[in-house]
């Protein structure tokens, strides 16, 4: 008989457990016995071999053995001589498993599904989608809808994949399709065909039916094609396409791509969001080379079972993560020192990529900085591919050169603005933020802060002369002022040596990455010359010297542009018959627009002896240079310091290009302080807005218009009073790093 309730059914409580609810015993562990003891194996007493067999029932290896030595292996003690004394299991009864009430969650002593009192009231279960027939029970109560009528009685769908037959010797009306009919299940013949027959039930308890299947790893999925599986994990994110939404899963072993289905271009589970753990069920499909599932049922999990599975994931990926440990490229006390710091940051990208978070890595637009990021990129695209599929590396990666050594709040505006759009649209994580030659300094705390209420994590690789200031925003920062080095050891030594312990398999295309930022930055450090040594049967000094030259020219005109596959070849990480050609004639063009600028400049030096001997050039680059072109101030001011230096052999050297509102400072055996200098500026002249920073001796300085000769008069101060090298040497033959 057809029964339709007359008020709406008990809605499914989500935090109701499967039918019978259940978990393995925690004091077994799901054997339904505890060992106490052990005995003396009453089948051979406690020998391990009998001397007897039956011939019908014993294998050859079993006679061959009872012929050659006389007896064989006891089969029940297996030759141990002894067997365990077992005792059921107090906690569950000798069940195996703790059962509980599907409805009030009382404690069952039998493999029941309901508590004495709950069963007093009927049951109906609701199939989830992932269930089949095999999850019926002949005589159980489901709750279905009508999905066709025939002449021969109504077609009942108990969930997407298990349809019914009411006959209509059953039915007392003809039923309506789409209308709810609660049905027994009366047979399931062996063809599949199910019998069902409406019932009444009146008051009544309601329980889900959950498919139950063993987990299987994503890294087991491709020789599961075509079945239904069973798999834990976490949402790493949802894409939303025109027709099947994509979660992207991962697990303990690896991520897989989800596509669920409700209507073209409808969100299907719209309460499972990212990071939230689930249970999927579907069945394995291979689409467009790559492994997926077709997700029949999603739920997310609770509670122990939510906790078990994300520590277990943590776990996996934690071991995962760890670095390589490789030797170093070359000698240095200095690096060998930074090496746990280094290896922490390796560590924490490694774990982004397992993890499928973004990763933004920022660098300065010149030399040093480029060669840094791109040994960092070169290392971690193939693994982001390797991980999130071909196309992963589109929306899980990018780069962005800075035009200042330190992090804007351009930068980080531009950073979250791409961020908050990609969370908001793809509903990706907020990006791990990687910070490459610069980073280190004061003026990062403002764009740190802005980057620390949107939840970004940052870590810094940089050889700026570092202030605590900024480790309260970082999760990990490298730097070799931190273990006794300066800048002579660049970013892109460091962030080589880094790349290689992030992925081994780069270190042939990147080792020359060290030698191009060490002549790029002009350091003397003695990690240099070995750096440079190393790459000497591929790379002459005056290649890498053009290769250097290259990327500060190319830099300047991609301005905010990463332009991947420019440097990728000027870096020699292509053909090599284009790098050189490339290379070539953006050195000549750069040659070109240098020469051009000193024929102008150089007339304009004017040059004065300090009381400290220091020989202090000053260069008025608003005025007496090309603005808005190559080489900028900054570069020009270097290119005329280096002719200046060769002029005055032998001698400490200062010089100074400045524009209506900064200074650039460029220093050969003059020890001073730069970062220090302008606190000390910022103190002096209040009205004068003075900030900027940099290296010890090469940096920048910016200031109001207005205050620029009280601001360059007590700079001058400041640089006759500091000690100066009669014989010229200093570390101060460093490449300008400060763009003005």
């Not at 299907?268 to 790559?290: C, F, H, K, L």
């Not at 070995?530 to 890498?544: A, K, Q, T």
């Not at 001058?716 to 009073?721: G, L, N, R, T």
């Amino acid at each position: 008989m057809l029964f339709i309730p007359s008020s709406p059914p008990k809605p499914i409580n989500p935090l109701e457990a499967f039918s019978p609810a259940m978990k393995l015993c925690d004091r077994c562990g799901g054997k339904g016995y505890s060992v106490t003891g052990e005995k003396a194996c009453p089948n051979c007493k406690g020998t391990g071999r009998i001397e007897s067999v039956s011939l019908g029932e014993a294998s050859a290896s079993e006679i061959d053995e009872l012929v050659t030595k006389g007896a064989t292996r006891c089969t029940v003690c297996k030759g141990e001589g002894k067997i365990p004394v077992t005792e059921t299991c107090e906690a569950c009864g000798g069940l195996g498993r703790e059962y509980s009430c599907a409805i009030c969650g009382a404690k069952l002593s039998t493999r029941s599904e309901l508590c004495a009192n709950c069963s007093k009231k009927p049951v109906v279960h609701v199939l989830e989608r992932a269930c089949d027939t095999e999850d019926l029970v002949i005589g159980d109560i489901y709750r279905g809808k009508v999905s066709g009528i025939a002449n021969f009685g109504a077609f009942v769908d108990l969930n997407d994949h298990v349809r019914g037959l009411a006959h209509n010797k059953f039915l007392k009306r003809t039923p309506e399709v789409g209308e709810e009919m609660v049905v027994r299940v009366r047979n399931i013949a062996p063809n599949g065909n199910i019998e069902l027959e409406p019932v009444e039930v009146g008051e009544h308890h309601t329980l889900e039916v959950r498919k139950e299947l063993p987990r299987t790893r994503v890294t087991e999925l491709p020789g599961r094609v075509g079945k239904i599986v069973s798999i834990e994990g976490e949402v790493i994110q949802v894409k939303q396409t025109g027709g099947p939404t994509i979660f992207t899963v991962a697990d303990d072993s690896g991520l897989v791509f989800c596509a669920a289905f409700e209507r073209a271009g409808v969100r299907a589970y719209p309460e499972v969001d990212t990071e939230m753990i689930v249970r999927a069920i579907g069945e394995v499909s291979v689409r467009n080379g790559q492994i997926q599932i077709e997700i029949r049922s999603m739920r997310q999990l609770w509670g122990g079972e939510a906790s078990g599975v994300k520590d277990r994931i943590e776990r996996a990926i934690d071991e995962r993560a760890e670095p390589a440990d490789l030797p170093l490229l070359v000698e240095s006390e200095v690096i060998s020192r930074l090496r746990p710091k280094m290896r922490e940051v390796a560590k924490e990208i490694r774990r982004a990529i397992l993890k499928s978070k973004p990763i933004v890595v920022r660098h300065h637009a010149d030399a040093d900085g480029m060669s840094a990021a791109v040994a960092i990129e070169a290392a971690i695209l193939p693994l982001i591919r390797e991980v999130g599929g071909a196309d992963a590396e589109y929306y899980n990666y990018r780069r962005a050169p800075s035009k200042a050594p330190f992090y804007e709040l351009e930068d980080v505006t531009k950073d979250l603005s791409y961020a908050l759009e990609d969370h908001s649209r793809h509903d990706q994580k907020m990006p791990l933020i990687v910070l490459m030659d610069n980073g280190s300094t004061e003026e990062d705390v403002p764009a740190m802060k802005q980057a620390q209420i949107y939840g970004l994590e940052m870590l810094v690789v940089d050889h700026h002369h570092p202030d605590e200031a900024v480790d309260k925003y970082l999760i990990a920062h490298v730097n070799p002022a931190h273990q006794g080095g300066d800048f002579g050891i660049t970013t892109g030594m460091i962030g080589t040596e880094i790349a290689r312990m992030i992925n081994p398999e780069v270190e042939e295309k990147i080792k020359h990455f060290p030698a191009v930022s060490a002549v790029g930055d002009r350091s003397e450090a003695p990690e240099a010359a070995r750096y440079i040594r190393l790459v000497e049967d591929r790379f002459s000094i005056d290649d890498l010297k053009k290769i250097a030259l290259a990327l500060d020219y190319e830099a300047f005109w991609l301005r905010f542009n990463d332009g991947r596959g420019l440097v990728n070849d000027i870096l020699c990480l292509g053909r090599l018959d284009r790098h050189r050609k490339i290379v070539q004639l953006l050195c000549e063009q750069a040659k070109e627009a240098i020469d051009e600028q000193l024929r102008a400049s150089l007339a304009h030096v004017k040059t004065q002896t300090l009381p400290n001997g220091a020989v202090m050039n000053v260069l008025d680059v608003e005025n007496y240079a090309h603005k808005f072109t190559f080489p900028p101030p900054g570069k020009t001011s270097g290119e005329v310091h280096d002719l200046l230096c060769k002029r005055y052999e032998g001698k400490p050297v200062v010089t100074i290009g400045y524009g209506p509102d900064f200074a650039v400072l460029r220093s050969r055996g003059v020890r001073m302080n730069i970062p220090k200098m302008v606190r000390e500026l910022r103190e002096e002249i209040a009205a004068g807005g003075v900030n900027g920073g940099g290296h010890l001796v090469v940096g920048s300085i910016k200031f109001v218009g207005g205050m620029r000769k009280e601001v360059l008069a007590k700079l001058v101060e400041k640089i006759a009073a500091c000690p100066a090298d009669a014989a010229g040497i200093s570390g101060g033959r460093q490449e300008q790093k400060v763009e003005a």
